[in-house]
C-alpha cells in the first residue's frame, strides 16, 4: 500500500518538553510511522527549550496574523535523528521557559486559548491548499485539546483527513466564546454539534465532534469514555461517535527504557541476569538517603502528584509503610497538599520514605531499576506509561484495573503463574484498605524469591514495542481518510 504524509501535531515532546507521557508518545510514534516508511513531520511549539536544542532550525514559512488577535508566526524546519521536526515560532505566544501550559505560580497562561489556538489553527492550515508549505498531509493527526481544534477548520473550510487522539479526557480545554472570533473560526461553528460546549468553546469536543476519526491511548479507556464516570459530559457523544472511536495502546520506546544498556543505572540487568538488579537497589537506596536494607522490598513511585493517580490513598495508609515492613522512594510534583503530605511523610521516617519533589529524568530510570514494587494505584488512566517501563525493567506493578493498566497488567493468581502470565499485582478496589491489603500482599510474595523472579521475568518478556501500534495508527489513518471521501 502507497505510503502515507501525516502531520503529528503536539504540544510537548521528549526529550525537549515534556510533562507527562504524550512528551514520550510524541517522541516515539512518529518515528515509528517512519521507521515503517511513511513521510512524517512533527509540529510543536518553539519553546525556548527546542529553540536552544535546534539551533541550526532554518526559517521555511512566515504566517501572516490570520486575525487581529493572533501574532504572526514563522515555520522552522528541524530534524532529530532524521525526524522533521516544524518548530511554529511565535515568541508572543511561545517563549516562555518552563512548563508548557503553566506559569511560575502553577497557573495555567491566561492567553493558553490564543496559544494553542494558533497551534491548532496552523496545524489545519498545513492540511489545506492554503498552506505555505509544498509538502501536503493526507492526515492531521491531533493530540489533546492543545491541537484538537484543528479539525474544526478542517472541517468548515475544507483540506486533509484529521485524527484526534485523547491521551487524557479529563482536560478538555475550555475557553470564553470571544475565543472563536479571536481565532478566525465562522459562526457557524458555534453550534451543539460544532465547537460550543455548555457556552463555551471547548478545543477537545470540537475534535471529538469533528475530526474524521478518533483514538484513545488503550481498549479499556476507549470503553471507559464512553460511560459517564470517565467520560465525563463527553461520555453522549462519545457514543454517538463510537463507530469511529478505537482504542490503540501507547507502546515505549524500548531503546530509552531498556535495564540492560540504559546508562543512568549503576548497573546494566536483563531477564536471565537478574542479581545485578541489587545493585541499583542499593545504589537508588543510597542515592535517596534510605537505609541500605535487604530484607524488605522498596516500593517506588514516580508521579504527577494529582487526584487521578490514587496517590491520595497511599498517603493515608503511608504511616504503617516502615511496619510491613518495607521503603517507599517517590519522585513527583503537582498538587500543593500532596507533595506537603509525603514531604512531612520523609520527614517523620527518615531512612525509610524518601521523596523528592520535581522533574528528574534520570532518577526516574534509578527508581524504575531500583525499587521491587512500582506503586500505580489510579483511578483513572487513559493508558500509563509507567506500569510498562517497570514490567520492562522486572519491578512489578502494583495498579487499579482502569484503562490501560487493565490492558496491561495481570495480576499474580494461580491460573495467572500457571499460564505464565502474571506480572504484577491489581487492587480489589479504591480504598485505602485495598491498597494496604495489596501491599501487604506484594510483600509476602516478595518474600518467596524464586516465585518473585517469575513474575519478574513474565513482566521482562512482555513486548511493548511501538511496532503494532504503529501499524493499528496506519489503518486509522486510511479510515480517516476513507472518510473524507
Ligand atoms: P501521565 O502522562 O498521566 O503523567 P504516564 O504514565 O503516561 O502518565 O507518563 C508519565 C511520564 O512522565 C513517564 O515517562 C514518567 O516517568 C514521567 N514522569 C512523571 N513524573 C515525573 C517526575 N516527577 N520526574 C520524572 N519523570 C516523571
Ligand atoms: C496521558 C494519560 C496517560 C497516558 C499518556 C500518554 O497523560 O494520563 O495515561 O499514558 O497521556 O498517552
Keep these: 500500500m502507497n505510503p502515507l504524509s501525516i502531520l503529528f501535531a503536539t504540544s510537548e515532546m521528549?526529550?525537549?518538553?515534556?510533562?507527562?507521557?504524550?512528551?514520550?508518545?510524541?517522541?516515539?510514534?512518529?518515528?515509528?510511522?517512519?521507521?515503517?516508511?511513511?513521510?512524517?513531520?512533527?509540529?510543536?511549539?518553539?519553546?525556548?527549550?527546542?529553540?536552544?536544542?535546534?539551533?541550526?532550525?532554518?526559517?521555511?514559512?512566515?504566517?501572516?496574523?490570520?486575525?487581529?488577535?493572533?501574532?504572526?508566526?514563522?515555520?522552522?524546519?528541524?530534524?532529530?535523528?532524521?525526524?522533521?521536526?516544524?518548530?511554529?515560532?511565535?515568541p508572543e505566544l511561545y517563549e516562555r521557559s518552563g512548563n508548557p501550559y503553566l506559569d511560575a505560580q502553577g497557573h495555567d497562561w491566561p492567553d493558553n486559548g490564543l496559544r494553542f489556538g494558533l497551534l491548532s489553527r496552523v496545524a489545519a492550515l498545513l492540511g489545506q491548499a492554503s498552506s505555505p508549505l509544498d509538502w501536503r498531509p493526507d492526515v492531521v493527526h491531533t493530540n489533546d485539546w492543545q491541537t484538537a481544534l484543528a479539525p474544526a477548520?478542517?472541517?468548515?473550510?475544507?483540506?486533509?483527513?484529521?485524527?484526534?487522539?485523547?491521551?487524557?479526557?479529563?482536560?478538555?480545554?475550555?475557553?470564553?466564546?470571544?475565543?472563536?472570533?479571536?481565532?478566525?473560526?465562522?459562526?457557524?461553528?458555534?453550534?451543539?454539534?460544532?465547537?460550543?460546549?455548555?457556552?463555551?468553546?471547548?478545543?477537545?469536543?470540537?475534535?471529538?465532534?469533528?475530526?474524521?476519526?478518533?483514538?484513545?491511548?488503550?481498549?479499556?479507556?476507549?470503553?471507559?469514555?464512553?460511560?459517564?464516570?470517565?467520560?465525563?459530559?463527553?461520555?453522549?457523544?462519545?457514543?454517538?461517535?463510537?463507530?469511529?472511536?478505537?482504542?490503540?495502546?501507547?507502546?515505549?520506546?524500548?531503546?530509552?527504557?531498556?535495564?540492560?544498556?540504559?546508562?543512568?543505572?549503576?548497573?546494566?540487568?536483563?531477564?536471565?541476569?537478574?542479581?545485578?538488579?541489587?545493585?541499583?537497589?542499593?545504589?537508588?537506596?543510597?542515592?535517596?538517603?534510605?537505609?541500605?536494607?535487604?530484607?524488605?522490598?522498596?516500593?517506588?513511585?514516580?508521579s504527577r502528584l494529582t487526584e487521578q493517580?490514587?496517590?491520595?490513598?497511599?498517603?493515608?495508609?503511608?504511616?504503617?509503610?516502615?511496619?510491613?515492613?518495607?521503603?517507599?522512594?517517590?519522585?513527583?510534583?503537582?498538587?500543593?497538599?500532596?507533595?506537603?503530605?509525603?514531604?512531612?511523610?520523609?520527614?517523620?521516617?527518615?531512612?525509610?520514605?524518601?521523596?523528592?519533589?520535581?522533574?528528574?529524568?534520570g532518577l526516574a530510570h534509578r527508581i524504575e531499576a531500583g525499587a521491587d514494587c512500582f506503586l500505580m494505584p489510579s483511578r483513572f488512566e487513559p493508558c500509563g506509561l509507567n506500569q510498562m517501563y517497570s514490567l520492562r525493567y522486572g519491578t512489578p506493578p502494583l495498579i487499579r484495573a482502569t484503562g490501560g493498566l487493565a490492558d496491561t497488567v495481570i495480576d499474580v493468581t494461580e491460573a495467572t503463574l500457571a499460564d505464565k502470565t502474571a506480572n504484577g499485582f491489581v487492587l480489589p478496589d479504591t480504598t485505602p484498605h485495598g491498597l494496604w491489603q495489596t501491599m501487604e500482599r506484594v510483600c509476602q510474595t516478595w518474600q518467596d524469591k524464586k516465585l518473585w523472579q517469575r513474575i519478574q521475568q513474565n513482566g521482562m518478556r512482555c513486548d511493548f514495542s511501538w511496532k503494532h501500534a504503529a501499524r493499528e495508527y496506519i489503518a486509522l489513518y486510511r479510515d480517516a481518510i476513507a472518510a473524507q471521501h
Design 14 to 90: 521528549a526529550p525537549w518538553v515534556k510533562t507527562g507521557g504524550l512528551g514520550d508518545v510524541a517522541a516515539a510514534l512518529p518515528a515509528a510511522l517512519q521507521a515503517a516508511g511513511h513521510d512524517i513531520r512533527v509540529l510543536i511549539p518553539a519553546y525556548p527549550a527546542l529553540l536552544r536544542a535546534f539551533p541550526e532550525a532554518q526559517v521555511i514559512a512566515t504566517i501572516p496574523a490570520l486575525t487581529p488577535a493572533l501574532p504572526t508566526a514563522r515555520l522552522l524546519a528541524a530534524e532529530s535523528a532524521g525526524l522533521p521536526i516544524l518548530l511554529l515560532d511565535c
Design 153 to 302: 477548520w478542517l472541517h468548515y473550510e475544507g483540506g486533509a483527513a484529521s485524527v484526534v487522539t485523547v491521551h487524557n479526557i479529563a482536560f478538555q480545554g475550555c475557553f470564553e466564546k470571544t475565543l472563536l472570533t479571536d481565532l478566525g473560526l465562522p459562526e457557524t461553528a458555534w453550534r451543539f454539534d460544532g465547537v460550543e460546549y455548555h457556552d463555551q468553546l471547548s478545543f477537545l469536543k470540537a475534535g471529538l465532534q469533528l475530526a474524521s476519526q478518533i483514538s484513545t491511548v488503550s481498549p479499556t479507556y476507549a470503553r471507559e469514555i464512553q460511560d459517564e464516570l470517565f467520560g465525563y459530559a463527553l461520555a453522549p457523544l462519545l457514543q454517538h461517535r463510537s463507530d469511529d472511536l478505537r482504542g490503540i495502546l501507547n507502546g515505549v520506546d524500548t531503546d530509552i527504557w531498556n535495564p540492560a544498556t540504559d546508562p543512568a543505572l549503576a548497573q546494566g540487568y536483563a531477564a536471565n541476569r537478574l542479581a545485578a538488579k541489587r545493585t541499583n537497589k542499593a545504589a537508588l537506596q543510597r542515592e535517596m538517603g534510605l537505609e541500605e536494607a535487604t530484607d524488605r522490598p522498596l516500593f517506588g513511585v514516580i
Design 309 to 361: 493517580k490514587g496517590l491520595d490513598l497511599l498517603l493515608t495508609i503511608a504511616d504503617g509503610i516502615p511496619h510491613l515492613p518495607a521503603q517507599l522512594a517517590l519522585l513527583g510534583s503537582g498538587d500543593k497538599l500532596m507533595e506537603a503530605g509525603f514531604a512531612a511523610l520523609a520527614k517523620r521516617f527518615p531512612g525509610q520514605v524518601a521523596v523528592r519533589l520535581g522533574f528528574d529524568e
